[in-house]
Nanobody
Framework: VQLQASGGGLVQAGGSLRLSCVASRRTSSNNAMGWFRQAPGKEREFVATINWRGGDTYYADSVKGRFTISRDNAAVYLQMNSLKPEDTAIYYC?????????????????WGQGTLVTVSS
């Protein structure tokens, strides 16, 4: 399964971006999907996850109320509003091993190449 992420870019603080990620195989529609990010010099961290039906979503506390994850079969999206400089990172989408939403990176089997989000102050 290949994941193609897009939508990153440079935005001013307070602005919005929408990330998209499409999986190459439709079987991914039966799996949970998620977004993670890695800022320069920091560990990768969980951002948001959604289960296979799209009914369950979970967010990192740092993005709750500002980011929204959604999906359409084998595609997953991340709407990011009220962006802050600390949101600057490479954002990765991933497909989980199961249908249940999870924040544990160890439970993700396939990873995209990442898309860079830069938020200027």
């Amino acid at each position: 399964v290949q994941l193609q992420a897009s939508g990153g870019g440079l935005v001013q603080a307070g602005g919005s971006l929408r990330l998209s990620c499409v999986a190459s195989r439709r079987t991914s529609s039966n799996n949970a999907m998620g977004w993670f990010r890695q800022a320069p010099g920091k560990e990768r961290e969980f951002v948001a996850t959604i289960n296979w039906r799209g009914g369950d979503t979970y967010y990192a506390d740092s993005v709750k109320g500002r980011f929204t994850i959604s999906r359409d079969n084998a595609a997953v999206y991340l709407q990011m509003n009220s962006l802050k400089p600390e949101d600057t990172a490479i954002y990765y989408c991933a497909v989980a091993r199961s249908s249940a939403a999870t924040s544990n990176a160890e439970w993700y089997r396939y990873w995209g190449q990442g898309t860079l989000v830069t938020v200027s102050s």
